[in-house]
Nanobody, 121 residues
Framework: QVQLVESGGGLVQPGGSLRLSCVASGSILSIDTAGWYRQGPGKMRQLVATISNYGTINYSDSVKGRFTISTDNAKNTVYLQMNNLKVEDTGVYYC???????????????WGQGTQVTVSS
């Protein structure tokens, strides 16, 4: 059984910073692509950033230059450093990863439960 658990959300003022973490646990063999998505109030879930096991990184235009995605493969953890936060960054942030696990013939996509980020003065 593979689980993703996010942490690091909270309330921050505009211009502030937060660092989100997502830890994958279970019978993990390897992680292919990992990423962060967010769902703002009344909006659909949207991509924020992804990183592949080759190090290829992709950001949505709205966060380029402000957010940084990174991984610690030894800890099966993906991070999202968020700087210069804006009110429109508010939402529930979800971690997603394509994971090869023991006994599975192919990688499966897993989601975390989400962590709330609120940017408000």
């Amino acid at each position: 059984q593979v689980q993703l658990v996010e942490s690091g959300g909270g309330l921050v003022q505009p211009g502030g910073s937060l660092r989100l973490s997502c830890v994958a646990s279970g019978s993990i063999l390897s992680i292919d692509t990992a990423g962060w998505y967010r769902q703002g109030p009344g909006k659909m879930r949207q991509l924020v950033a992804t990183i592949s096991n080759y190090g290829t990184i992709n950001y949505s235009d709205s966060v380029k230059g402000r957010f940084t995605i990174s991984t610690d493969n030894a800890k099966n953890t993906v991070y999202l450093q968020m700087n210069n936060l804006k009110v429109e960054d508010t939402g529930v942030y979800y971690c997603n990863a394509d994971i090869w696990s023991m006994g599975s013939p192919k990688a499966r996509s897993y989601w975390g439960q989400g962590t709330q980020v609120t940017v408000s003065s």
